[in-house]
């Protein structure tokens, strides 16, 4: 008798593919690109937290801790959020610190969401949401924002909503069109919410990086929105330490109890002594953040004059360190076509458009470039890129 043959991959890990973000930084490393494509500074990190992350490995700190997080940056955590946010935070029974931002949306989708749940995703949106929803069983119903200013149309967002919507991501400021939502935005998500009685998965992980005067707005803080929002973030961006992988949630006891046991048997939890170093990131003045402000708006200001100068036109980020550019004037057929060119061919790299959407022919015309490098970086990527004129010239 004949065994049946069995499927050996999951229908979940057949639905999705790597990373694609993480991908570009691979292919410019065998053709020695400039990285504009993942989103990771190239300076370093504030001193202060390389001090304590020393003193907390020379002291010790390298053993399983509280599996929810380290007592003394929860508690830092809650300070710093009470002063940015106004929000009252109970370190023992509001926040779960995990790897990264990455693992903390996982758990609180496994935590919060049932096969057949919808959650409503905006597009363009951060590639990691789609997956995520696959593995939680749940069905992702996108709503597009629309360039230049990547609005959402208020009928669209309206029908997107059912007795079948368990949750809506928003990415605030947005990756990757550096789109920071508007408190008009908000409230009108928040009303809906409300209505349906869904729930908000927030990634604020670039609260701090923001332009031209603009205002983050946390969704936790409007009427009505604390106990039904879950607000992620991390130490990564805001920091400059993305390798760190230290990340966190924060929610209602309720919500936090389910995300802490699913946590638990995820990764355990973050690593010890760079928990512990947390604690003096959330201990730096308020300056740090506002000179951090002023620095990415100089890197932001540089590559787009950049991109002034080879013709290539773009959306003008608000919030985030990304710039979404349209390349339809090269000619190419795919946005993966022009972005292996431009690594191979020019040497700098970035991520294709359709890393960002659900479906490619939306994103065709598409790459986003990250400005999150020093000056001498950007500088390199411009003699580079001005290459791309001729291109151009040529084509008109």
Not at 168 to 182: A, D, L, M, Q, R
Not at 295 to 324: F, N, T
Not at 359 to 370: G, L, M
């Amino acid at each position: 008798m004949t065994q049946a043959h069995k499927q050996k991959i999951s229908s979940k890990a057949s639905q999705f593919t790597e990373s694609v973000i993480r991908e570009m930084t691979r292919v410019a490393l065998q053709h020695n690109a400039v990285n504009l494509a993942q989103g990771f500074p190239d300076f370093p990190c504030p001193p202060e937290l390389k001090q304590a992350a020393y003193e907390a490995i020379a002291g010790d700190v390298n053993q399983y801790g509280i599996t929810w997080g380290d007592r003394a940056f929860r508690h830092a955590l809650a300070e710093k959020v009470r002063w940015y946010l106004g929000l009252e935070i109970d370190p023992e029974r509001h926040i779960t610190v995990t790897c990264g931002s990455t693992e903390a949306m996982a758990a609180t989708m496994l935590a919060t969401v049932d096969p057949g749940d919808e959650v409503i995703v905006f597009e363009p949106y951060y590639e990691n949401y789609g997956p995520d929803a696959v593995i939680a069983s749940a069905t992702p119903r996108y709503v597009s924002l629309h360039p230049p200013d990547w609005t959402f149309d208020e009928a669209e967002l309206r029908q997107a909503f059912n007795n079948n919507t368990k949750a809506i991501i928003i990415n605030t400021p947005h990756n990757p069109t550096g789109k920071v939502f508007s408190r008009e935005e908000l409230t009108l998500i928040a009303e809906l919410c409300q209505k349906w009685d869904v729930l908000v998965f927030t990634d604020e992980i670039y609260e701090h990086i923001l332009y031209d005067g603009t205002e983050h707005i946390a969704m936790a803080t409007l009427p009505g929105m604390e106990e039904r929002t879950v607000t992620i973030n991390s130490l990564s961006k805001t920091y400059s330490v993305t390798g760190w992988r230290v990340g966190y949630i924060l929610a209602n006891p309720e919500l936090t109890g389910a995300i802490r046991r699913v946590h638990d048997f995820l990764t355990v939890g973050a690593p010890a002594p760079l928990q512990r170093a947390g604690v003096a990131a959330m201990q730096l003045p308020e300056s740090y953040y506002k000179e951090l402000a002023i620095l990415y708006q100089e890197k932001r200001d540089s590559l787009l004059q950049i991109l002034d100068e080879v013709g290539i036109p773009y959306s003008i980020p608000k919030g985030a360190y990304y710039v979404l550019a349209d390349i339809s004037r090269f000619g190419y057929k795919t946005d993966v076509d022009f972005v292996l060119y431009l690594i191979k061919e020019i040497g700098v790299a970035a991520v294709p458009g359709s890393s960002f959407f659900s479906q490619p022919e939306k994103a065709s015309k598409f790459i986003r470039f990250c400005f999150s490098k020093k000056p001498e970086t950007l500088a390199v990527a411009g003699d580079r890129l001005l290459k791309l004129q001729s291109i151009l010239q040529k084509a008109t």
